[in-house]
Structures are given as C-alpha cells and as structure tokens.
C-alpha cells in the first residue's frame, strides 16, 4: 500500500467517524479494509476456475452511552457513509445497555511491519498461480494420481480509527498453495504451503508431497483402536493450537469459566512453549488489531507452563489491565484471539521423530474436529490423508482413517519430541508457525472403512 492509499482508507474511517458523531454516537469505530483478492482452483489435474475479487468494506461500531450498535456496508461515498452512521446509530438506540460497556481503546503506539508485506504477491498474475498450478499437476502426473485444489493470493489495506484518536493503517499480502491429490486405488494425501511472500511457495515440493502420499496410503490395513504413540505432522499440528485458542487462550473465555487456563498451572511438557506474535514474520505478521491497538507478543504456554490469555478493549476492562491487541470485528461473540500462533521448534530431526519410534503411527493431518469438553479441551475428529504404522522406526504402511477423542492437554502433557522444522500453514483463524512433535499416549476410539 502507498502511502496515498494509506491515507485515502485511514481518510474514509475517520469521515465515518464524524458522521457516526454527527449523528448522535457518544463514541465511534470504523474499521477500513480494501482488499484484492485472486484464487486459480484446479480439479481432476485441470485448471477449472480463475477468478479475482476487490471488495472494500467498512465495519462501523458507535456507542451511545452503553448502547452498542454495529453495521456493515461496501458504500464509501458520502452519502453511504451517511446512511451507515445513521443506521448504526439507530440500531445503538434501539439495543439494551451493556452494563460492564468499557468503552473504546485509546491510541497506542503501532510500529511498520515490512516483513507483513509482498510486492509479489500483490502483484501476482493468473500465469504465475498457473505455473504453480503446472508444477503441481506436473508432480501428480509423474506418481499417477489426480490433483485436487487451490492457489490463492491476497493484498489488504486495513485502517482502523475511533473517536477517543486511534487512527492505524497497514497493509499485508497472504499466499497459499494447497492441493489433495488422489489415486485410483483410493490412496489420498495432502501438501500445502502458505506465506505473506508468493515466491516463498515452491509448487513443485507441496506437489511431490501430496502425490507421494496418496501412492503411499494405497491399500491400507486396519488397526486396533487404542492408546497410541504418534507422530503428528505440522498440518495435524496447527488443529492442536487452533483448538487450544478457540477453547481456552481467550480471555473472554476465562471470565465465562468455560476455559482449562489458569495461570501457572502445567498443561505440558517442557518442551512446549506457545506465543502469539504479530511480529513474527512466519505467522502472517499483523501490526495491530480490528480495534486498532498494537498487538503484544503474549505468552500462552512457557515449557508447558500456562503463563497469558490475550484480551481485547472490552475483556481489558473487565480484567482491569489493557488489551493485548486481540480484537476481532463487531460485533464479536467470540472475544479476543490469537491470530498469529508460534510453537517453538525443538531439536529432533524430521527423520528421527518416526526413526526413535518403536511402533505407534505417523498422522498427516486431522479433519471434522470438535471440542467435546472445553474445560478439558477434550476433542474429537479423525485422520486424514496419509495415516501410517510405524514400527522399529520404519514406516510399515498405511492405515486406514481413524476416529479419536483426545484431551489436547494431555496430549500436550505427552509430547516427548518436538521437530527442528516448522512450516507456515493457514490455521482456521491465521497464520501458524509450527513443528511436527510425536506425542506417547494418543487415544484412537474407531476405525473407519477407508
């Protein structure tokens, strides 16, 4: 983003601002995203779909007194403006107090993030995600098997300002090649890569992964469900810090009393260590939040140890400290989150986390989880892709799919190895920065007829 188009969706919030004030709110959000988004999708080893959308948007919250209101429109001229201070502050109006209302976030300092923006990927053209595409495909062909998925690219402005003066901008690039790729014996696996920078992404390796593990799942044999060791690959990985989020690294959750945390309790192994960072370039970095507070590198776990939640304007206040830089868009019922997880890599080599293994399984990735018991961060879910036995540090073959229900504490508590290597993957809600880790004591329920 240049500097002009950093001022024009910075100059666009605060004229909302100004409306929303003009129109009765006693304080006012707007929060500005121009986005320009492309993504090439591929089916059957076939180009299908290219197609490219620019969307910009504003996001307004006012308050009047404790009455909140919130809307949403795609008109930034004056005359829409207008019409969206009038109607959010019309729906504040009309809305019950919110007795605990902290009020709005004040200016914090919010420093440049260069390692959060690609001009190649800004510039990314339908050739370059075809050529990606091609290499992909090109790997499929040479094992045999069909290549199923997508090649995205994305360049955001977003500017967040309100009526007590925060007034923030920035721009971020995103990339992810992923594909599916699948044989005729019924033998599937997955490959993706994910970045700000485009050409970080080699299409050629997520390619080569993908089809060699969908010759490699080919006639799998059942195993008994049970008490498992396992090495989990980083895709299965991300869902263990996903899930963690979502049911426990939330202040709001905190205060609701539905999360495991609490501060200083053990909840894993020493070689466990979970930050949420901005700044960290492998995690899709982000200068500030939806609120416009500058997101603080936080502590969830250190070597095991529960140490930090993150908050947002509204759970600070409730808490009686400052928000971390962790809000999301309103209106929000989930709270405050980490949108840039990292684990620290450890010092196993990728080989030796399945090489040091007696018998247990190596899992691709998981799909179809959800939580069971939040307070014991019990979930469920099963594999997919490439589910294989392991034994005397030889991978055997593959197996068929397995359903479990699994405490991610525990299984956080079980981690004896923690990869040297860590991959960038788009989690449900950001980026993630993490290892593969082998976990002893994974509880498999099921097994499943493929």
Known sequence: MTAPNRTAVLAIAERAIALARAAGASEAEAVVSDERAQLTRF???????????????????????????????????????????????????????????????????????????????????????????????????????????????????????????????????????????????????????????????????????????????????SVDPGDWTVVLEEYAVVDLLS?????????????????????????????????????????????????????????????GVCRDVVYDAQTAARGGVRSTGHGLPAPNPYGPFPLNMVMSAGSAERTALVGEMERGLLVTRFHYTNPVHPKLAIVTGMTRDGTFLVEDGRIVGPVRNLRFTQSYLAALAGIVAVGAERRTVKGDFGGVLVPSVRIEGWTFTGATEH
């Open 243 to 303: 899930m963690l989020a979502y049911m426990g690294f939330s202040a709001l959750a905190v205060q609701e009393e539905r999360s495991f945390f609490e501060p200083g309790k053990v909840i894993g192994s020493e070689l466990v260590t979970i930050v949420d960072d901005g700044a960290e370039p492998g995690a899709m970095p982000m200068a500030f939040d939806y609120e416009g507070v500058a997101k603080e590198r936080v502590v969830l776990v250190d070597r």
């Open 43 to 221: 089916a059957n080893s076939e180009i299908h779909q290219n197609v490219a959308e620019t969307n910009a948007s504003l996001n307004l919250r006012v308050a009047i007194g404790k009455r909140i209101g919130v809307a949403s429109s795609n008109r930034l001229d004056d005359d829409g403006l207008r019409r969206l201070a009038e109607t959010a502050t019309a729906i504040a109006g009309n809305s019950a107090e919110l007795e605990d209302w902290g009020g709005l976030p004040e200016p914090t300092p919010v420093a440049e993030l260069p390692a959060g923006w690609s001009e190649a990927t800004a510039g990314a053209t339908p050739e370059l995600r075809a050529d990606g595409v091609r290499a992909v495909i090109a790997a499929a062909d040479a094992a045999g098997v069909r290549a199923f998925g997508s090649f995205s690219t994305a360049a955001e402005e977003l500017a967040v300002a309100n009526s007590h003066g925060v007034a923030a901008a920035q721009r971020r690039t995103a990339a992810q090649l992923l594909t599916v790729t699948m044989a005729a014996d019924g033998g599937s696996g997955y490959g993706e890569q994910a970045g700000v920078d485009v050409g970080s992404i080699d299409a050629a390796a997520v390619g080569r992964e993908a089809a060699d593990r969908a010759r490699a799942t080919a006639n799998p044999v």
